[in-house]
DNA sequence: ACCACAACCTGGCCGC
DNA sequence: TGCGGCCAGGTTGTGG
């Protein structure tokens, strides 16, 4: 479910929820989810939160007085509630109890998802790329990651390692606005699409953080509230109807195992017809 | 090194 | 109603 702007969506709940909180009780009702020790526990159990922030989409617990850290990821259908419902109830795999008696809810439908604890340099080895919204993504850093690689551009920019956040929807929503066919070699592109390409991904992303992300089905943030950026997809979801840019049909085919939306006049293969 | 694909789970939807 | 098949916002391991 989550890509970045919905990450960043919960993660600014969570750190308004568990920042300067202690954690009073834990339960765990799903061991293969939230795999915590005996000894883990002991480390958590009324140890102050100092901040929950994001990396690529990665939730990440910093701590008062430890280097150790929960990372968290929420997959295709994970969400911390505050308010769950009565459905979301059977599919509870832990809940966290702070201090001041608020009680946070782990649901995740297809367990895909989780939370573990890691030490102090795991962030640092994870095989991760730019974060998007950073000034280091910019157009000569996406220059020289596709340089070398024949993969379709869609592929390439689902592979967290060069640039991480992006999933299925805004990847189709940012090829769209630059033009770009998801098809395309990678290597392909020109110094003018890729510069496009990086425009398009930041004002995508920035205004689907703006609009508390786009829910399709499952994703809620933690007051079960959905986002509100569905209702501004071009392509996403979008087949059959007409392009808002040239009313052609939207098509969709698949991608490395994705389904891929794209119109299929405004997103052309050949440069040079 | 690069890249495609199955696997991990559950539930919803569509067609027969 | 029921059942099989396909689909879903992500990542990882395997094998060519």
Redesign the pocket.
């Known amino acids: ?3 970045l702007p ?1 990450v960043q969506t919960v993660v600014d709940e969570l750190d308004t929820l568990f920042r300067g909180r202690s954690i009073i009780g834990v339960d765990i009702y799903t061991p ?1 989810v939230i795999p915590f020790t005996d000894d883990d526990l002991d480390w958590l159990l009324n140890r102050s939160v100092s901040a929950v922030w994001r990396r ?3 939730i990440v617990f910093d701590f008062e007085k430890t280097n150790d850290r929960l990372l968290g ?5 994970g969400k911390f509630v505050s308010q769950p419902t009565e ?1 979301e109830v ?2 509870t795999h832990a809940r966290f109890v702070l201090d001041n008696g608020d009680v946070i809810h782990y649901v995740d ?4 998802g989780g939370l573990k604890r890691i030490g102090a340099e795991s962030l640092q080895t ?2 991760l790329g730019v974060e998007p919204l950073s000034s280091t993504f910019t157009t000569a850093h996406l220059s020289a990651c596709v340089n ?5 551009i869609k ?2 920019l ?1 592979d ?1 390692q060069f640039v ?1 956040g ?4 805004y990847v189709d929503e940012s090829l769209f606005r630059s033009r770009v066919h998801p098809l395309r070699p ?1 290597q392909s592109l020109t110094d003018k699409e890729c510069r496009s390409l990086v425009r398009s991904i930041k004002s995508i992303l920035r205004s689907a953080i703006t609009n508390m ?7 809620r943030n933690t007051e079960n509230i959905s ?1 509100q950026n569905q209702h501004y997809l071009m392509v996403y979801g979008q087949t059959g109807k007409p392009c808002r840019r040239c009313s052609t049909p939207i098509e ?1 085919i ?1 991608l ?4 891929t939306h794209f119109c299929p006049r405004c997103q052309i293969i050949d440069e040079d017809p």
């Open positions: 479910m989550p890509e919905e293969s690529c989409k990665y990821h929420l997959r295709m259908t459905n059977k599919h439908i297809r367990k895909f994870m095989p070398g690689r024949n993969r379709p592929s390439f689902m967290q991480c992006l999933g299925n929807i990678a992300g786009t829910t399709l089905s499952d994703y986002g969709k698949k490395g195992g994705r389904g």
